[in-house]
């Protein structure tokens, strides 16, 4: 979208506090109530943080988590809704501003919190789907799969922080990997 790149564009250029709504509209031709129209602020804008409306998960594409396991699912669907289909030059860019500017990641988080939120009703046709919470009822399903989205979305935030220091920008498996691993190794430490 030509707001992003605009976005990104200043930002890099011309630093964080010097990159203002105006200029994101100037550069994008765009006005600033349309500006507005998409994002909710200029660092929403810069990180490509859409509005979540509540549908996030529900649209993914057939086989878009395979065979994985429960928690593989999860993380793998917190990435994908997350991700806003951007090319690996932006997504390396986008990794160069949060490095620059961590401060940044705050509004991260607090996006990764409304995403978590929006996925409960995929993460509970995955426990149903589970025949390990079959004898479970129908509040205890969805109070696990809310358990479940915070404990891979807290994983998830703990392995972007780490991915974002390490410079490792080439895809999001690496990221998955860790959140995986992150959960498994905390979950074998205090089982």
Not at 45 to 72: H, N, Q, S
Request: glycine fraction near 10%; charged fraction near 30%; hydrophobic fraction near 40%.
């Amino acid at each position: 979208m030509r707001l992003e790149r605009a976005a990104v564009t200043l930002v890099l250029r011309d630093g964080l506090d010097r990159t203002t709504v105006d200029a994101i509209s100037e550069l994008a031709e765009v006005s600033p109530r349309t500006f507005f129209n998409y994002f909710e602020s200029k660092d929403a804008c810069i990180l490509g943080l859409r509005e979540v409306d509540g549908g996030e998960g529900d649209a993914l594409p057939a086989g878009a988590l395979g065979d994985l396991d429960l928690i593989e699912a999860i993380v793998r669907l917190l990435l994908l809704t997350l991700d806003t289909g951007q090319s690996r030059g932006a997504r390396r860019q986008r990794m160069e501003i949060l490095r620059r500017f961590p401060e940044l990641v705050g509004d991260l988080v607090v996006h990764m919190t409304k995403v978590v939120s929006s996925l409960s009703g995929p993460v509970r046709r995955l426990i149903d789907g589970d025949p390990r919470f079959a004898s479970l009822g129908a509040e205890e399903r969805t109070a696990t799969a809310e358990l479940l989205l915070s404990i891979c979305g807290s994983a998830v935030r703990v392995a972007m922080r780490d991915w974002v220091k390490g410079g490792s920008f080439d895809d999001t498996t690496e990221l998955e990997r860790g959140a995986v691993s992150l959960i498994r190794t905390t979950v074998q430490r205090i089982g």
